[in-house]
């Protein structure tokens, strides 16, 4: 059974570029979260997708945007990066709806510089 | 004041103790509570889930959710130096469609061999 999966591991940008992170669910799960964690700090809410629609946003910028596929897979866009954006980047997958039990993905790393 | 707080250690403690890890929260909505264990530059683990009040066990780990107080805590018993890493507590909503986790800052654990 595979778990959540993530790519790329490893980015490195420059600022102003713009990125596209991938994430697949666990297998049987719908419903996909993104959130940044950076270096040393606890991981913070981007946002939620389910059936397509992004259904709940944390408190982050409109450069973030999202997708999730009808497969379930996910992608995570960042444009106009800024060196704050540099952060491990993590996919975390449950099945439904009001049902916390998140699995999470290993991360992509993303540099800015 | 962050809704979640945890106190960020280090916590350094031998083999074969026993290690209490703690979070207090002031959002009386959270009703779902984990504890994720995250090793360096990895993503979290999932280790324990817990409804509502009450305690659960799972092998070496006991979660205790304590909602009167605010209060949760993760027991780990005979500690082996596997289990060094950084402890997250994390909590959600039961609104529905409201699954985002809120983490605290992580306790960074040592088992000492």
């Known amino acids: 059974d595979a778990g959540v999966t993530q790519s790329p591991t490893h980015l490195i940008k420059t600022r102003g570029q713009q990125v596209t992170l991938r994430c697949s669910p666990k297998?049987?799960?719908?419903?996909v979260s993104w959130y940044q964690q950076a270096l040393g700090q606890e991981p913070q809410f981007i946002f939620q997708y389910y059936e397509e629609e992004e259904r709940q946003r944390g408190n982050f910028p409109d450069r973030f945007s999202g997708h999730q596929f009808p497969n379930y897979s996910s992608e995570l866009n960042v444009n106009a990066l800024l060196l704050g954006d540099s952060a491990l980047y993590l996919c975390?997958?449950?099945f439904g709806l009001g049902y916390n039990e998140q699995f999470f993905g290993p991360g992509t790393r993303l540099t800015v510089l | 004041q962050k809704e979640v707080e945890q106190d960020p250690g280090p916590l350094s403690v031998p083999e074969g103790a026993i290690v209490s890890l703690n979070c207090t929260y002031s959002?009386?909505?959270?009703?779902?509570f984990m504890w994720y264990r995250q090793y360096s530059r990895k993503g979290p683990e999932l280790l324990m889930y817990?409804?509502?009040?009450g305690n659960k066990e799972d092998g070496r780990f006991t979660a205790q959710v304590d909602k009167s107080s605010k209060y949760i805590s993760l027991f780990i018993r005979d500690s082996q130096p596997s289990d060094s890493a950084t402890y997250l507590c994390a909590m959600s909503a039961d609104d529905f469609g409201n699954e985002k986790l809120t983490f605290g800052t992580g306790t960074r654990l040592t088992i000492i061999p």
């Open positions: 297998s049987g799960h719908d419903t």
């Open positions: 817990t409804y509502s009040s």
């Open positions: 975390a997958s449950s």
């Open positions: 959002n009386s909505a959270f009703q779902y």
